[in-house]
């Protein structure tokens, strides 16, 4: 087996061994399914709620998908702005990392105030906890455009504007993929503590419901599934990144 083989099989290689240590520790120890449910415990309740848990999960996948969306569209402009200009990286970003610090759940109430239980907070909160890394590597690789490169462009006479659009953009593109990968996974657990406190649908609803019921293998089940979800995602952006930019990484992919 080559090396590149053994790479694309490691992470399931892990997932089956860590799932076989867990079934066993807890068919060994007698773990009782209120306090920690073994795998196969979650499997068969995965299995016996499969139709709640899909509606739960449909909802919680377009929910944080419509959040997600928001947050592509805000991200970039930001990250355009601030990397495209100095004053403006200099006004606007200390004030977005001071927001990027301020926990997000804490927003969740005052967003059912102002637009009620449902949809509205989740979809927010999924924008609001996803945003940041997509403005801050879209600004990085705009803000870090080499100065001899802009140099020798203007000299060639691209303008200011040229030179951001044709070279800058182009350039974080690798940033920009990166920061998918990362929002994504950001955006479900918005969309999850948002479901938890003000919503009556969703896997975050189906996690409080299932845990005041004394399900935990349900609860369990559901925490699969937003896994499942933010992981299928997570590929499907690494497949575009390596499709449409992978220039950047001609060194890595030619070992």
Known sequence: MNKKTMERWSPWALLVAVI???????SAFSVSEFVFPSPARIWEQLIEFRTVIAGH???????????????????????????????????????????????????????????GIGIGP??????LISFFPIMVNIATGLATLEPELEDVLRVLGAKR???????????????????????????FVGTT??????????????????????QMGLAFAGLVVVGVMAMVMYELFSYIEKHNASWAYRNSSSQ
Request: hydrophobic share 60%; net charge positive; proline share 4%.
């Open 161 to 187: 504007w040229d030179v951001l659009i044709k070279v800058g953009l182009p350039r974080s593109m690798p940033y920009f993929y990166g920061s998918l990968k990362v929002a994504i996974t950001l955006a």
């Open 20 to 26: 076989l240590i867990w079934q066993a520790l807890c």
């Open 122 to 127: 989740a979809i927010l909160t999924a924008f």
């Open 57 to 115: 999960a449909w909802r919680t996948f377009w929910v944080t998908m419509a959040g997600f969306g928001i947050a592509i569209v805000v991200g970039v402009m930001l990250g355009f702005l601030i990397g495209s200009s100095r004053l403006a990286y200099t006004a606007i970003y200390p004030l977005m990392t001071a927001f990027n610090a301020l926990p997000k759940a804490a927003f969740v109430p005052i967003l059912v105030v102002w637009f």
């Open 193 to 214: 503590v948002s479901e938890m406190t003000a919503a009556n649908e969703g896997i975050g609803y189906l996690l409080i419901s299932a845990g005041s019921a004394m």
